[in-house]
């Protein structure tokens, strides 16, 4: 079966240092990975995909996430981090099985940015 | 273009009561998800329609629990007799299926949610 595992419930950072979310999966195939970014009373928004092309995933707003497979790993990173990514995080592995294409979500990680 | 919309955004219901929460999803889009997030947690897999065919219902926590997608558009969640523990947001998502056929990716576009509380 397919999981994320968020090692973080809640990181804390300040404006303009990098900000690292961490996410470790668990998939019995070649995984899609996604991160989504929830900000208060909005809906989910897709920030990046992986789908087994470069390891090296580069989404909106400048964020940017890998997938290492030896480490089972898919870190989001943002070498500056703005007031306004202040949000909910979620790692995301998609149960691809036939025709179904439901998202497992992680538990998500709170990221406050300080001034 | 419009995005996926949900109504109510908010609902309280009272104990027992019967609830029906509607999605309304990207036109054209073939696939549709409905999700459960409580509070803290990250959302949850309830059910999936391809067109008007529920494939999975997995995710339904209970018979209580029921959604329909009749005409391959419009879904409605439907949850009878509402106890505390169904108080959640409750997320719908949509997808282009035409998707699959290029990666493994299925790129999907949420609505704002239903907040329902339940006392």
């Known amino acids: 079966a397919q999981s994320v595992t968020q090692l973080d419930s809640h990181v804390s950072v300040s404006e303009g240092t990098p900000v690292l979310l961490r996410c470790n999966y668990s998939?019995?195939?070649?995984?899609?990975l996604f991160w989504y970014v929830q900000h208060p009373n909005k809906g989910l928004q897709l920030l990046l995909k992986?789908?087994?092309?470069?390891?090296l995933v580069k989404g909106i707003n400048g964020f940017e996430a890998e997938f290492k497979k030896s480490e089972t790993s898919f870190h989001l990173t943002k070498p500056s981090a703005h007031m306004s990514d202040a949000a909910e995080y979620f790692c995301v592995v998609s149960d691809r099985r036939g025709s179904q294409g439901n998202l497992i979500f992680g538990k998500g990680t709170k990221l406050s940015v300080k001034p | 273009g419009a995005g996926v919309s949900q109504s109510p955004r908010y609902k309280v219901a009272k104990r027992g009561q019967d609830v029906a929460l509607r999605c309304d999803p990207i036109s054209g889009h073939v696939s549709l998800f409905w999700y459960q997030q409580a509070l803290g947690q990250g959302p949850e897999f309830l059910t999936y329609f391809q067109n008007e065919a529920q494939l999975d219902k997995s995710g339904l926590p209970s018979d209580r629990f029921f959604a329909e997608r009749p005409e391959g558009s419009v879904s409605t969640l439907k949850i009878q007799r509402t106890q505390q523990e169904d108080s959640a947001v409750y997320l719908c998502a949509s997808s282009d299926s035409r998707q699959r056929r290029d990666t493994k990716s299925y790129e999907q576009y949420f609505g704002p949610g239903t907040r329902l509380t339940v006392t």
């Open positions: 998939s019995s195939y070649s995984p899609s």
């Open positions: 992986y789908t087994s092309a470069a390891t």
